[in-house]
């Protein structure tokens, strides 16, 4: 999200909390609106992830536009996020390494066993522009296939980062989401687990 830096010279690091709703189909005209509410910043890329599965568990791999590898270690949390219009959502506890492409591209597994995410992204601070939670509504096609997905990103670990992704997500979703997709339509879990999911 907002907080990961496109790096181009250097290794980087990030510990975050973070929770996600991943959602089949494509998205109601009417969603996007309720999200640019607030100041947003568009974004489009694609993403490729290595499967879920051919990692340990917890970990996911992904080649980021095409600039940066990034490693990303979730944990579970312990502690779940309740919004309207969505089901609870366990928080994960994210460590999150970025290397420069170039400097690693050499040693990465062959093309086949990468996932190729399209991305349009906006991206807003609910609370503000100098709020630490960032939020995410994202379209994704990936093979074809249409869904979407919200996500929101605070930075660190400790209690104040907890505080800081439910004040976003109270002032997210203040205003009821229109158009609340079937329950049996979402997945609460990270891009990793959903992609492993759909093969």
């Known amino acids: 999200m907002t907080q990961e830096r496109e790096a181009t010279e250097a ?55 095409a600039s940066l590898l990034e490693l990303k270690l979730q944990r579970d949390d312990g502690r779940v996020l309740d919004v309207p219009g969505f089901a609870p959502a366990g928080v994960k506890r994210c460590e999150k390494w970025s290397f420069p492409l170039a400097d690693v591209a050499g040693g ?29 509504l994202t379209d994704i096609r990936v093979d074809g296939v249409e869904s979407w997905t919200i996500g929101l990103e605070a930075p660190g670990s400790d209690e104040r980062a907890w505080d800081a992704l439910r004040a976003a997500a109270a002032d997210l979703f203040a205003e009821p989401l229109p158009a609340a997709p079937a329950a049996a339509t979402v997945a609460a879990v990270p891009y990793s687990e959903w992609l492993g999911s759909r093969r």
């Not at 990465?108 to 995410?136: F, I, M, N």
């Open 11 to 65: 290794a980087a690091y990030l510990s975050t909390l973070e929770v996600r709703w991943i959602v089949a189909g494509p998205r109601a005209p009417e969603t996007l609106r309720w999200f640019v509410r607030f100041p947003t910043v568009t974004e489009r890329r694609v993403d490729r992830y290595l499967l879920h599965g051919q990692l340990a568990a917890g970990c996911a791999l992904k080649i980021r536009g």
């Open 108 to 136: 990465l597994p062959v093309v086949s066993s990468w996932k190729q995410v399209h991305k349009t992204r906006w991206l807003s601070r609910p609370g503000g522009e100098q709020a630490p939670c960032a939020a995410e």
